[in-house]
């Protein structure tokens, strides 16, 4: 009787037990996809931010102050172009601009280092006087080849080769490596292995802080100690005050707290069993980590490396501070070199220009670091799962 | 099975190969320790460092000695005798004096505006109201100074205008403490009129005083308040976007379909993509497309361009939101379903469950999780390189469309000055950049044992 009553007091109320009409609940699912989806923004972003600004600067001519001014005045007509001495050497076939003006020149037969003949109004363009004392602007096309295999790096001449950056950061991400895959390891084996709980509650939390630590702090530390340390062991004329080792060291020791707590995490999820066997037959605990368990969490391992290398590869304030301004093709660890992050860091301090040839070149560097560790991440999540598929 | 089972060994060969292998096992352990020794002396070696450098004898030298100016020490000295002080010594710098203390407009109209403006609410006589700074005389603006700053800041003022205390050389902690004897001689041959004193870099007036070129008078001021700021900014905006964004991933998407999946994977990648990335996607996008509104020129704002503390903002509020999102899904993660089960089982929607349970259990981990988050945020210096952070403003920073330049970037200008000064100034600065940091890891490590979640 009773029910019936309430069911009946229910089914006066609107709708009764159906889903009532709650246009706030459905809406903000809506709102926090958008939120979620904002992640996948970030990305499209970045690709589409570095690919267009690095696909300007490959596909447009760039320009680069020769240094040269006109000296003597060039009327609509005249075609010999003469200019300062001193000045980036104009080429047969350069095209050339003149400052405050549209019009292009190029070049059809080259007197002497100063004395051009040049043809008006290239491409199209209205020919103009210009004046005495006018900048000369040599146009640059960047190919992909050039940017590719050269081997010099020197935007203001208009060299834009990639390989000192390239070689340097390489350099520098190995040295890093070299050091801290087996501290992290050393690390990891112990922490997973040896280490008492009081003990991995001391230990841990250096780790932390270590990995916690700004880079610019250890930039400091790598330049006012590091370089003052190896100048000491290997002598202050073979050491630069700038140099690829002491930077790729204290990256090593950035990277270390990534390692270990990666490889801790892969050998730590290594089945109890397989553990428990390996000392039920009489292995010691070295030969039950070395042949047992590091084998099987192999991937992890490597995962945490190269997750580590990635690291390593994109680092840039301690490199930018100890590791030296200046792109250097080298690979002795002692002399000063750029590394990708660096030049950027180093192009982009202060008012930097848009459209400018520099500021379109940092984005083609921001592409090959990207897509460096875009694939360097991308085959470590791949191993990672691979290597959880095996054991869950 | 075509292989022979080896033989067992004899007892004794057993007994000599098993000392052996506990042998290596032994001296490997030793070595796997030292690996962990070694992070923490790299630790130590790094905190020894910078307060090798932020500590130790210096030179004052002065422009004007102390003792020439008086007799008795400038403390000791009445007001009006400072006041003359001043107007004897440097008459032409009056104005900027009053500019610098008692000024209540911008910098470009000082001289123009009358004192009723220039000055509004501080004490003057009501005859100088009308008149601008220009028609005052020397005797006038003393007489305004005295009406309104007190002993010790004209003590200050004479010195900073006056004796122009100035660091000629410094020594790092090891020299200080170990060679004494030696730098005091040194110290004496090429400075005998300095002052050798054992000098903290870091001090309150270090803190407070604004960036400056010359080292002894640089502070950190402007950088803190940028980084305030920009903080501000960065909270203000990732908060919001990372906890929607991690509630849709854990409570509503479902975890297997394409989308969620998909998001995931980016989420985790994008935490892996280097910050100076970043720092161009800043530059090219809110510092260069949206110029308009990140320049405050929407607003009215006229002398700022895209790079400001908004710009930075934005940019580090992206950097950190993959972090965010990971951490506010593992600490939704940690409440237990049963709770979500039982607020379902009494009627609640959706949402209702999402708001009213799982978030005021969740809140601790995620209030971690942010901070955490916010302290990797306050230590990034190469994404507000490129965005274009100032490399020399001498105004605060004071809202969202000023120029910024923040602690970690004064760091990096100082560490690359050639002078050891500057290395002294950014020794300092970093003591007090990991002291903010602590200052959130301690609170986020409180947060956490409180409300027991794991992150």
Known sequence: MAQSKVRAQMNEREGGLQKRFRPLDDSIRYVLFVCGALSVLTTIGIVIVLGSEALNFFTSYGEIDSNNKIIIELSETSTALDVTEGGLPLRLNDILRVQSSDELLLITEVVDSDTVVVERGYDGTEPTAHEIGKEVFIAKEVTLTEFFTGTRWQPQIGNFGVWPLLTATINVSLIALFVAVPIGLGTAIYLSEYASERTRSILKPTLEILAGIPTVVLGYFALTFMTPLLRGIFGADTVQVYNQLSAGLVVGFMIVPLISTVSEDAIRAVPRALKEASLGLGATRFETATRVLLPAALSGVIAAFILAGSRAFGETMIVAVAAGAGPNLTINPFEAAETITGHIARISTGDLSYGSMDYKSLFSLGLVLFGVTLTLNLISNYITARFREVYQ | ?455
């Open chain 2, 1 to 455: 099975m075509s292989e022979k089972v080896p033989v067992l060994q004899k007892r004794e060969e057993f007994g000599a190969s098993l000392k052996r292998r506990q042998l290596i096992g032994t001296i490997w352990q030793r070595l796997f320790f030292a690996a962990n020794v070694f992070s923490i002396i790299i630790l130590l070696a790094v905190a020894f460092n910078v307060a090798n450098g932020a500590f130790g004898y210096v030179v004052f030298t002065y422009s004007v000695l102390p003792e020439e100016l008086s007799e008795r020490p400038l403390v000791e000295l009445s007001e009006p005798e400072l006041v003359d002080l001043l107007v004897q010594k440097v008459p032409n710098r009056l104005r900027v004096i009053l500019r610098d203390n008692l000024s209540q407009v911008p910098n470009t109209v000082f001289t123009t505006e009358p004192l009723k403006t220039v000055l509004a609410g501080k004490v003057f006589s009501t005859e100088l109201a009308g008149k601008t700074v220009n028609d005052l005389t020397e005797q006038e603006i003393a007489l305004v100074l005295s009406d309104n700053l007190a002993q010790e800041e004209f003590v200050k003022i004479i010195t900073r205008q006056i004796v122009i205390p100035n660091i000629s050389e410094s020594w790092n902690l090891v020299d200080s403490l170990t060679n004494r004897g030696e730098i005091e001689k040194l110290a004496a041959e090429k400075y005998p009129e300095g002052d050798l004193v054992f000098y903290s870099w870091l001090n309150l007036d270090f803190v407070t005083s604004s960036v400056s070129s010359n080292a002894t008078t640089a502070g950190l001021r402007t950088a803190l308040l940028g980084t305030m700021w920009i903080m501000i900014v960065v909270v203000t905006v990732s908060f919001p976007i990372g906890l929607a964004a991690a509630i849709y991933l854990q409570e509503y998407a479902d975890q297997n379909s394409t989308v969620s999946k998909v998001i995931a994977t980016n989420i985790r990648n994008l935490a892996g993509v280097p910050s100076i990335i970043y720092g161009m996607l800043g530059l090219a996008v809110f510092a260069r497309v949206f110029e308009f509104y990140t320049s405050g020129r929407f607003v009215g704002v006229t002398d700022s361009n895209g790079r400001t503390v908004l710009t930075a903002g934005l940019t580090l509020g992206l950097l950190i939101l993959p972090t965010i999102i990971i951490n506010a899904q593992e600490a939704l993660k940690a409440v237990p379903s049963s709770l979500r089960d039982a607020s379902y089982g009494m009627g609640a929607t959706k949402w209702q469950t999402v708001s009213r349970v799982v978030l005021p259990n969740a809140i601790g981990g995620i209030l971690t999780g942010i901070i955490l988050a916010v302290s990797r945020a306050i230590g990034e210096t190469a994404p507000l390189i490129v965005v274009g952070a100032s490399t020399f403003i001498g105004i605060d920073p004071n809202g969202v469309f000023s120029k910024f330049t923040v602690v970690p970037i004064q760091i990096y200008q100082w560490t690359s000055r050639p002078e050891l000064v500057f290395k002294n100034a950014a020794a300092a600065a970093i003591i007090v950049l990991v002291a903010v940091l602590l200052l959130l890891n301690s609170t986020a490590i409180y947060l956490r044992n409180r409300y027991g979640i794991r992150i």
